[in-house]
């Protein structure tokens, strides 16, 4: 296990704006990029910047760093350098811009990174220590979802979206993280077009993987088609008001709620409607339509601004029909609403072991 990197940084800090502190953290930033360490060699790299904005030497140390990244994207083995989450997806010169905005923070074990609940407006990859990703329940009740360590990166939603946080991350043990902020992110990807397609493609990416590995409809899948699913679902951003199943029409696809709400209505022969308690993150919807081959028997409205996952109907008879542990449950979904219309359709928010979304 590599030496711990955070007591390293602090001694350089507490040297300051010396030769000697910048002298340590270019010949330390150097070591742990030869030794397949990229991630703790940006937060050095970082640090040196805090220390001396003007250090000439810095950019060429990220540069090298980038051009070794890059060149093991094609070789394998122990000369190939670990990927950083979003970064080894960027080009040289928004690599550079993104890992010049970056922030490094120290928290202590029991210190929150993130809160439930606030709003998000940064996201975090962890250089050092572990964090629990920790989400309140119906009744108040705090349930840990997941433990999270070295090389993580958490909080993506806030890359493109200031909405409520959906857990709460503390550290449980000391921890360096890299911080980085959307609005800087903004900044970038005005001036680097690129930026912005591949922050929404890995924030994609990254909630397909997370969905699909925490919900207990998907989680039986092995994971090649996991990965298949992954390529064929849609995010889709739906703004409050808008209808998104119509009652009596055949359904479209199968849903599956991120965030927001969506509320069920039953319209009766007179023409009355019926409201029923709304659908919220993690229930899925239209599956009574594409398992029955039948209209949808109730319309779903989006009630607020939502994220929802869309499985068209060919790829869901494709991949989904023929899996016999997702129909089931699927079926069981729907044989319950179709037996209980009048009384809950979900019971509260569903919450997953394994669920990172922050």
């Known amino acids: 296990m590599s030496d711990p990197l955070l007591p390293r940084l602090e001694r350089l800090q507490a040297l300051g704006r010396t030769p000697e502190a910048l ?83 120290v928290f202590q074990p029991g210190q929150n990174l993130i809160v439930e609940g606030e709003p998000g407006r940064s996201s975090f990859i962890l250089v050092e220590g572990r964090v629990d990703v920790v989400r309140q329940i119906e009744g108040g009740e705090r349930r840990t979802l997941s433990s999270l360590g070295e090389g993580e990166f958490f909080g ?40 912005g397609d591949t922050v929404q493609h890995f924030y994609r990416d990254r909630l397909l993987a997370n969905v699909l590995r925490s919900h207990p409809i998907f989680s039986a899948l092995a994971p090649a088609q996991r990965e298949a699913l992954s390529h064929i679902f849609e995010l889709r951003t739906v703004e409050a008001g808008r209808v998104i199943i119509e009652q009596g029409q055949k359904g479209d696809g199968l849903y599956l709620l991120l965030q927001g709400q969506c509320t069920p209505l039953f319209r009766r022969p007179d023409g009355r409607e019926t409201a029923f308690p709304n659908l919220r ?78």
């Open 156 to 195: 993506e939603i806030a890359l493109v979206s200031e909405s409520p946080r959906l857990a709460t991350v503390v550290a449980t043990e000391p921890v360096l993280a890299l911080e980085l902020h959307r609005t800087r992110v903004e900044r970038i990807a005005f001036k680097h077009h690129s930026v």
């Open 281 to 358: 993150e993690g229930d899925v919807f239209g599956e009574i339509s594409l398992l029955l081959g039948q209209p949808a028997s109730a319309t779903v409205r989006a009630e607020t601004s939502c994220h929802m996952l869309r499985l068209g109907r060919e790829a869901f008879e494709q991949y989904l029909a023929s899996q016999p542990g997702v129909r089931a449950a699927l079926m069981r979904v729907g044989t319950e609403r179709l037996l209980q219309l009048s009384k809950v359709l979900a019971s509260g928010r569903a919450v997953h072991d394994g669920d990172q979304r922050v």
């Open 23 to 105: 002298a340590s953290a270019e010949a330390l930033a150097t070591d742990l990029a030869r030794q397949g360490q990229p991630l703790r060699a940006i937060a050095v790299c970082r640090v040196l910047l805090q220390l001396e904005p003007a250090h000439t030497r810095t950019p060429q140390l990220l540069a090298e760093l980038y051009a070794r990244s890059a060149a093991s994207e094609a070789t394998t083995g122990a000369g190939a350098l670990p990927r950083v989450p979003l970064f080894s997806l960027l080009p040289r010169e928004p690599f550079m811009a993104l890992v010049g905005v970056l922030e490094p923070r």
